[in-house]
């Protein structure tokens, strides 16, 4: 069973910078698998952010692009977003799901059974 955990909200003026963490722990066996960024804001529905692919493919919604950042230390097992600039229309809850592809959160298509979640980190920007 594979086990996420966000950290690195908070709440930062517009322009400001954090960097979010989705710690994994457990393992997918030997497979390689996708991870993606999600947010929610309140009111709205959920959105891809980013999605970094099994061969190390990153993918980005047309708002974060050049701003956003995401990544992943092998070594430490923990995924990152790097979130530079930010604008009020960022806050949300954001979370990372493992084994659940960019395309797929693209495609509108549900993460299928093996995918996992975090609890979600909040992030807050004001103007």
């Known amino acids: 069973q594979v086990h996420l955990a966000e950290s690195g909200g908070g709440s930062v003026q517009a322009g400001g910078s954090l960097r979010l963490s989705c710690a994994v722990s457990?393992?997918?066996?030997?497979?390689?698998?996708?991870m993606v960024w999600l947010r929610q804001a309140p009111g709205k529905k959920r959105e891809g952010v980013a999605g970094l692919d099994s061969d190390g493919s990153t993918f980005y919604a047309d708002s974060v692009k050049g701003r956003f950042t995401i990544s992943k230390d092998n070594a430490k097992n923990i995924l990152y977003l790097e979130m530079h600039n930010l604008k009020p229309e960022a806050r949300a809850m954001y979370s990372c799901a493992g084994d659940y592809c960019w395309w797929a959160v693209v495609a509108g298509l549900p993460a299928g059974d093996s995918a996992s979640w975090g609890q979600g980190t909040q992030v807050t920007v004001s103007s």
């Open positions: 457990g393992s997918y066996g030997a497979r390689n698998y996708c």
